[in-house]
């Protein structure tokens, strides 16, 4: 057992992706999202719960998955807006806020550990960038933005072979 | 062009309807150790400035925003008794030539006063955050 250690650089990247050979780790034609200052992933189960009379404590059952993966960045301007390069991977051209905009659907990996090499493990899945909300300040000096990426589907743990 | 000179400059400007000061450049200015303020009245002193480089941000993959900290130190010494009428103004002017930095986070200035001997020294600093 041990710690993940996010500290050498090579961890906890995102990779955006118009399909999903795209947004495999490694895979040169990715969007690797640069900046990002921290990385949630959520993958939640929903549940009900409900409240028998021989029991004193409530019982639940599980509904279908709410997933999604949210971070903060330091925006890139490229990234954010587009080098509309008519990039195979649209998420390239388009940029983040006009692939939110779009409403298209995207896929993406969060690498958890290690390079993308054997035995690395990703995470991975499907959905559509939301919650940008780029922020400005004289304090701040550069510009901040919240993303989340909300799952249209199963997220995937994968182990890189 | 460093920011001291930049200081130098609209201080120079600032002053210049000020006949009974002016600035010297000169660095360092010390004599046998005493200050050279001390015994050149009414005479603006600029110390060579300071920089200190912060984090500000640091990113997963390993990308740093650094903020540079520069702070300069100025000095006037004027006799004590015998202040000129306009003392006031030159010291605020002295305290606006900091606008002349621009791009910066954030632009302060400030003074301290010390009285030895008949003769009253203004410690200006003034600080400039820039990232």
Known sequence: ?161 | MSKRTDIIGRITTNIAAHTNYSISEELPFDSGGIPLYTKNLNTIYVDQQEIAVEELYSTLDQGVVNETTTTINAYLAVDAKNQFSDIDTVVANLLIARNVITGTVESTSDYETEIAEDVITYTFEYNFITV
């Open chain 1, 1 to 161: 057992m041990a710690v993940i250690n996010v500290t050498s650089g090579n961890q906890a990247i995102l990779t955006l992706g118009s399909n999903a050979a795209l947004a495999v780790p490694g895979n040169a034609g990715g969007l690797v999202v640069p900046f990002v200052q921290d990385i949630t992933i959520n993958a939640t189960p929903g549940t009900v719960r409900y409240s028998t009379l021989d029991s004193t404590s409530s019982s639940a059952f599980t509904t279908v998955n709410e997933n999604s993966v949210s971070l903060n960045i330091l925006v890139d301007e490229t990234v954010m807006f587009g080098d509309d390069s008519g990039n195979v991977n649209t998420v390239i051209d388009r940029g983040l806020f006009r692939t939110s905009t779009d409403k298209t659907e995207i896929n993406f990996s969060v690498l958890v550990t290690g390079t993308g090499t054997t035995g690395d493990i990703y995470i991975a899945g499907k959905g559509f960038i939301g919650g940008l909300a780029p922020t400005a300040s004289i304090d701040g000096a550069v510009w901040l933005s919240p993303v989340e990426l909300i799952c249209n589907g199963e997220l995937t743990q994968t182990v890189e072979s």
